[in-house]
Nanobody
Framework: QLQACGGGLVQAGGSLSLSCAAS????????MGWFRQAPGKEREFVAA????????YYADSVKGRFTISRGNAKSTVNLQMNSLKPEDTAVYYC?????????????????WGEGTLVTVSS
């Protein structure tokens, strides 16, 4: 129901754009966000956008570099990643839930998309 794409290999300082498209149901009343999981680490919050668009949240580690946005039909959520660092290397997952903030545990998400790998070389 959520399909993420756009991952790839990029050099440090470069940019990538991720996109997550919903299908099979509407997510217009759901907050949508991005999480990531690096090898050997727990999945962590990256960014989220409320269903109304009124609230946007970012992890401190990506503030000022990543931008989350939502399509007009609210069926897609995008993540523009600039000034990428090697520590941004991870599998990135999109998610949807009734409410997502910086402290919402990843295991509380109602829906997950398949991950997309982002690799940042130094």
């Amino acid at each position: 129901q959520l399909q993420a794409c756009g991952g790839g290999l990029v050099q440090a300082g470069g940019s990538l754009s991720l996109s997550c498209a919903a299908s099979g149901r509407t997510f217009s009343n759901y907050d949508m966000g991005w999480f990531r999981q690096a090898p050997g680490k727990e999945r962590e919050f990256v960014a989220a956008l409320s269903w109304s668009g009124a609230s946007i949240y970012y992890a401190d580690s990506v503030k000022g570099r990543f931008t989350i946005s939502r399509g007009n039909a609210k069926s897609t959520v995008n993540l523009q990643m600039n000034s990428l660092k090697p520590e941004d290397t991870a599998v990135y997952y999109c998610a949807a839930d009734r409410a997502i903030t910086t402290t919402t545990p990843y295991y509380d998400m109602d829906y997950w998309g398949e991950g997309t790998l982002v690799t940042v070389s130094s």
